[in-house]
């Protein structure tokens, strides 16, 4: 039996959970929220990531990351550019819209969980 805590953390979750699905481009797909939150991280930390370096910072396959990748490229959520010194290093960050959701995510993700802590 869960206590009264876990019940509140596991409602709080599930309201997370919903609004990621109805906000992040991530098709209730993990692979597509991890490379979300890399990316949100990366730009958050003002790193630069390249695509190769994306690819093979989460443990899923080419083929399932590369459908997602280029889901978001093509919907407006993230944008390439190349490296000044070596134009062979494409780099990958988040557009604008993809920056206002994650900010908008922190901030829901803050109201929710301050509910169920305070």
């Known amino acids: 039996m869960f206590d009264k805590t876990h019940e509140l953390m596991i409602g709080s979750i599930f309201a997370l959970h919903s609004w990621c699905k109805d906000h992040l481009p991530i098709k209730n797909s993990f692979i597509a929220y991890d490379l979300i939150l890399i990316l949100a991280i990366n730009n958050y930390a003002k790193n630069n990531i390249s695509v190769k370096e994306l690819f093979a ?5 080419y083929t399932a990351v590369r459908g997602h990748y280029l889901r978001f490229v093509n919907e407006g959520w993230v944008e390439h550019y190349l490296d000044q010194s070596d134009k062979r290093i494409k780099y990958i960050r988040p557009t604008p819209k993809l920056v206002k959701t994650m900010n908008e995510y922190a901030l829901a993700a803050k109201k929710i969980l ?3 802590t305070g």
């Open 114 to 116: 301050i509910k169920t």
């Open 57 to 61: 910072s989460v443990p899923y396959s």
